[in-house]
DNA sequence: CTGAAAGCGCTTACAG
DNA sequence: CTGAAAGCGCTTACAG
């Protein structure tokens, strides 16, 4: 029917107004609920306003209000997809809905480009807030934002040339938590596996990885270093490679959740896994189902996404205090991987 | 800096107007990009854009503009986290993202209630159109909606009462591949997990499930039917006391992920699980990595998205043909859990 | 309690 | 090529 149509003319206040023979500033009253109005005359308007199918039009009430709130926040992901992000996404849905507020969610891709583009998009839009896992390593470019009075929040990466809250983990202290969790058993030669030296916290859980080395006075070996891993294929190829050294690793730290689940892949294709061990950063679905388990370093992805938000709305609020920095702990989660002794 | 000051004043194009000493509308025309604008008046309206920081606000543009589009859709899911949620979701993103649209997500969570409430607030916003993974089985109340030009597309599971496009899958033959899968491997005790029968997919699914007895000549033997299992944690208790009972199954047929995420711990825990076979519906991140891996029939949830996507920006460019309901093909993945072979 | 006027920031429709 | 006027759908600020 609408197809034959075409789309039917969407009533305005002003029609509303028309039909229940009232003015337009009756109808907003009674559509926006303010008490003081005649009640025969706002029974009228919302008969009217039933019969011709009205609904408001939040993008024109927002131009005018004073307020400029839209009730919208961005949130601004390394890839909606990832069960991290997912996770984190869903916790700052449930806290924006306490808000009446909606979300609108972007995968940014590591890719600083789209970063930029994404979030001059979402302004454009003049979204209230951002919630953001950035990919870039200079935020400065939002600072006219930020002083325009849009809130933001930076989760998982810190922000960099720009004070702003955030909320992230101690990438540095995780790191070389996993490490030495295998130092204990016995591990010496450890290899790492992480994604590119572009992403801060590949920078960061690297130096966690150098650090459990130095406190115990052991040397890095270069040669079981793989950094640059972007993907699954990529973690399980560079996993096989450094097995078949002349002098492989014993243990494999792999930084980042899509780089275990290859490194796992790798391991059971040359039947490895219950002999070499593995820690990974980033806890994923199923890693305790797995055979043997997979211990790993886990950041919670809820509390993190529910803390972000908590700080947006608390900004938006009307909070002017000096920027916070909110770092959760991680926790080491032994499931068997991790406890694979060193061959003597 | 700007806690101290408060919100610094939005410049807007007037005040370009000012600073560069040409008309409002000169900047209308430089900020949208029209050619016919003197160069050199376009520099001094550049130049003033920048020093101002100005930034255009799309809100108000498409307020005035004729074509009614927002450059915004919503996408309606049943829980943003759930791994076919949020694989769907980044589809729809990457189409949307080629029409310089974005995406409001929400989250569900089978409440029909909340499906209505958070559509109406997408359309209160003027989104272009919908992606819906609906909780509620009666889709009547979108119908104005639908006519006044907003797009409306179903995904997962089909509209009700309502004549709109869809992408589904074939719940009833995927869940019948399932059961005649094992039934091939000699099972005919095969016990049924589902969710509650209020989603219409769980009941496509039950229904594909009865299907393949009938067509065996098998009676369904009721107390091998669980439903109303919904979340992980139900579905291993079921898992367990069925395989308690006096003639417990020789397979499972679990009907969606969580579902069987939830079967494969309670089997694992009784040491089952290479003696009971499993079918689940829905592929899931690692089910090829347990032991044994997990045979699931799989719906795309990437192809789902897109082809959804695609549709709703066809009707947004004025496709008025009759309304399409696609269906999806599902595929068995056999991975050992389905293969184990019935006792003699 | 009710309404006519002005305006939010921008685009349309029209003159020049 | 440029601009003054009107208007998108609504709210504010002000009279009555």
């Keep these: 029917m609408s197809a034959a149509s075409g789309p039917s003319a969407r009533p305005t206040m002003r029609d509303v107004a028309a039909l229940a023979g009232v003015s337009l500033k009756t109808v907003s009253r009674v559509v926006n609920g303010i008490a003081t109005v005649d009640p025969i005359l706002a029974t009228k308007v919302r008969n009217a306003a039933d019969k011709l199918g009205y609904r408001p039009n939040m993008t024109a009430s927002n ?5 400029r709130r839209t009730g919208a926040i961005g949130l601004l992901l390394q890839d909606a997809a990832n069960p991290f992000s997912a996770a984190l996404m869903r916790a700052v849905e449930n806290v924006a809905r306490t808000h009446q507020t ?26 209230d807030g951002l919630v953001i896992m ?42 070389a938590a996993a490490v030495e969790h295998l130092m204990e058993h016995g591990h010496r030669r450890i290899a790492f596996l992480g994604d590119v030296l572009a992403i801060m916290t590949a920078v960061e859980r690297f130096d966690g990885y150098r650090r459990a080395f130095e406190r115990r006075g052991v040397a890095v070996d270069s040669r079981l270093v793989a ?4 993907s699954i294929e990529a973690a399980t190829s560079a996993t096989s490679a450094l097995l078949a050294l002349p002098e492989p690793p014993t243990a494999l730290f792999t930084s980042q959740n899509l780089i275990t689940i290859g490194a796992c892949r790798a391991l059971r294709a040359l039947g490895r896994q219950r002999s070499v061990a593995m820690v990974g950063f980033d806890d994923f679905p199923l890693a305790d189902m797995l055979d043997p388990g997979v211990t790993v370093v886990a950041q919670d992805a809820e509390r993190i996404g529910r803390l972000a938000a908590e700080i947006l709305f608390s900004r938006l609020d009307g909070d002017r205090s000096p920027a916070r920095n909110v770092v959760v702990d991680t926790s080491l989660i032994p499931r068997g991987s991790g406890e694979i002794a060193a061959p003597l």
């Design 134 to 175: 950035p990919s870039s390593d200079d935020h400065a470019y939002l600072m006219a934002e930020h002083n325009a009075g849009t809130g933001l929040v930076f989760v998982d990466r810190s922000p960099k040339h720009l004070n702003a809250d955030s909320v992230t983990v101690d990438n540095v202290a995780g790191a």
């Design 63 to 67: 131009l005018r209000r004073g307020d």
């Design 102 to 127: 909606v979300v609108l969610v972007g995968s940014l891709d590591d890719d600083p480009a789209r970063e930029r583009e994404l979030s001059s998009t979402l302004f454009d839009r003049r979204v």
């Design 227 to 230: 950094h640059g891993l972007r």
